[in-house]
């Protein structure tokens, strides 16, 4: 695998792209640790979300596997106990649809009792997230991480896939925490699976929302998903925005 660039089109230096079709990357925590976004997420964050309630419920799509997962919850505990935030109980549940790269995050799972992964398809079935609201007694999740995951869902599924996403998740959380892919990217991903011969990205030539993505993705959950940006936390190394939403 090639060495880490800064301009944001790490993606497209995997010797195979053509086996990640989906941005499942068997190995994607070597080239982006989770301290790359961690380090951007400040620990007032935790103070906000879900402050008020004995179980904070977070979900996290698209965890590949799981380790940043892992990091994000280790995270939300050192903010909680430095900030003298009331410690409250943590559950995060991860959900990606490659069924290795969960296995994978269920055998290396360090805290069972507090994080579940399971194996869905979000652009084909949502049920399971309404299964677990449902168990859990609550109606939306306290915050959706939905990082590095955008492009994937809108190049598969094209711009009425990545709408529905957005959708999906805004109706199911009181907070987003989003990172979008820039247009660049896409430009590299598809570069790079034509080279290999594939086909799989045909919605990139019909695609009609391009551009800047992130503030595609604000405009739409602001217009007509009922969300608001409370604050962006900056931009990663690899330039791409962290942007965080709340219900209005
Ligand atoms: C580039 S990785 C990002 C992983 C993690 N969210 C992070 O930022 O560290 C994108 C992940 O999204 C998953 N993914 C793509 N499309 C998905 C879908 N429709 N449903 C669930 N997971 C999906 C891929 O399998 C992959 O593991």
């Not at 109606?139 to 809108?154: E, G, N, P």
């Not at 190049?155 to 805004?170: F, P």
Request: glycine share 6%; hydrophobic share 35%.
């Amino acid at each position: 695998m090639a060495a880490c660039s800064k301009s944001g089109e790490v993606e497209a230096e995997i010797e195979d792209p053509g086996a990640a079709p989906f941005g499942n990357f068997i190995n994607y925590y070597s080239f982006n640790p989770p301290e790359n976004r961690l380090s951007l997420i400040p620990a007032s964050l935790f103070k906000d979300v879900g402050h008020e309630e004995e179980n904070t419920h977070i979900l996290d799509v698209g965890c590949n596997s799981g380790e940043l997962t892992v990091a994000f919850y280790e995270h939300l505990q050192k903010s909680m106990s430095e900030e003298n935030t009331p410690l409250r109980s943590v559950h995060i549940l991860g959900f990606d649809l490659d069924e290795s790269l969960i296995q994978r995050a269920n055998q290396t799972n360090p805290f069972p009792d507090n994080i579940s992964f399971i194996e869905l398809d979000i652009t084909s079935d949502t049920k399971a997230l309404q299964d677990y609201l449902r168990q859990h007694g609550r109606s939306r999740f306290h915050l959706c991480l939905c990082l590095a995951v955008t492009m994937w869902i809108h190049l598969n599924h094209g711009d009425s896939g990545l709408l529905q996403l957005l959708s999906d998740l805004s109706s199911c959380s009181e907070h987003l925490l989003l990172e979008a892919q820039p247009w660049k990217c896409y430009r590299s991903a598809a570069r790079r699976l034509r080279k290999l011969g594939r086909s799989d990205f045909d919605h990139f030539k019909t695609l009609g929302i391009k551009g800047d993505m992130a503030e595609h993705a604000q405009r739409y959950l602001e217009e007509h998903c009922g969300m608001e940006l409370v604050q962006s936390f900056g931009s990663t190394t690899w330039d791409r925005k962290l942007l965080l939403f709340k219900r209005k």
